[in-house]
């Protein structure tokens, strides 16, 4: 697994128990009233769930196993899911501030913006690695 | 597919109909005004008994192991993710849309528990996964 691939995958587990435990102290703020704190904590949640986790482990291992494209060196494509994950995870950090009352909110804004432009550079890259099977080579796909 | 990814497959697909079942019974027009208090249940039926639990699965089987894989050993520590994070997700279903509405003491223990109950199974998932995510 290439080391960008691993700082990913590792990086959307850490985001999936942290969204996980505050998931689970929001549940039990709504069984019992415990945790009341971590009531405007909801939105991180939701963004650590879905793009910290999902999204990320998906980019992580997508990177991993689409077949390589020729014209592209390892290198430079490593250089640019650098980026990705350093725009995902900031992206994550930065919205999910904006989503609490105690911050501005433009900061959702500007962490959205991040995780948008981590996914353009991530398709960007991912597009040019989607390739048919080539002429001649005899497949049967059952 | 060791045996553990079936069962995670399997119960993602159970929980993925599920899901849409229940979305399409929220949709009634006649029981709009109860949709608010299951809409969680709904979206974590969806999100975390379907896409995530179909992530353990496959994770579970894909990841590059450190040992090979032995058929005769029992995973103790993926079926208690199994275990807890099913488990879980059914309590929840039961219990969060009671205390959405009213006041009932057993209900909110019940949620408080699927609440450890999830919590668990990502802890052991993540305990499972951590050190089979690697380089070469």
Redesign the interface.
């Known amino acids: 697994?290439?080391?960008v691939s691993?700082w990913l995958?590792?990086a959307s587990?850490?985001q999936?128990?942290s969204g996980?435990?505050l998931?689970?102290?929001y549940?039990?703020f709504?069984?019992?009233g415990?945790f009341a704190i971590l009531v405007t904590h909801l939105g991180t949640h939701q963004e650590q769930?879905?793009v910290g986790?999902?999204v990320q482990?998906v980019i992580g291992v997508a990177y991993w196993i689409l077949p390589r494209s020729d014209g592209q060196g390892p290198k430079d494509s490593e250089r640019v899911m650098w980026v990705v994950f350093g725009l995902l995870n900031a992206g994550v950090l930065v919205a999910a501030l904006g989503t609490d009352p105690s911050w501005p909110a433009s900061l959702l804004l500007i962490g959205r913006v991040a995780e948008t432009a981590a996914a353009v550079l991530f398709a960007r890259h991912a597009w040019k690695r989607q390739r048919a099977y080539r002429e001649g080579v005899r497949t049967v796909l059952v | 597919m060791p045996t553990l990814t079936r069962w995670f497959l399997r119960a993602a697909m159970v929980h993925l109909v599920a899901a849409l079942g229940l979305g399409l019974v929220l949709a009634l027009p006649s029981l709009a005004a109860q949709a608010g208090a299951w809409r969680p249940v709904y979206i974590h039926l969806l999100?975390v008994g379907w896409?995530?639990q179909m992530?353990f699965g496959v994770a579970y089987w894909m990841f590059?192991r450190i040992e090979p894989l032995d058929l005769t050993a029992v995973p103790w520590v993926g079926w208690t993710c199994f275990w807890t994070l099913n488990a879980g997700l059914v309590l929840?279903a039961a219990?969060?849309p009671v205390?959405?509405v009213r006041t009932a003491p057993l209900?909110?223990?019940g949620?408080?528990v699927?609440?450890?109950l999830?919590?668990i199974a990502?802890?052991t998932?993540?305990r499972l996964?951590?050190s089979r995510?690697?380089?070469?």
Do not use: Y
């Open positions: 697994m290439p080391r691993v995958v590792r587990l850490l999936l128990l996980a435990l998931g689970a102290a549940l039990a709504k069984a019992e415990w769930m879905l986790w999902m482990l | 999100v896409a995530t992530i590059p929840r219990c969060e205390i959405a209900a909110a223990a949620t408080t699927a609440a450890a999830q919590l990502v802890a998932f993540v996964s951590w995510v690697k380089t070469r």
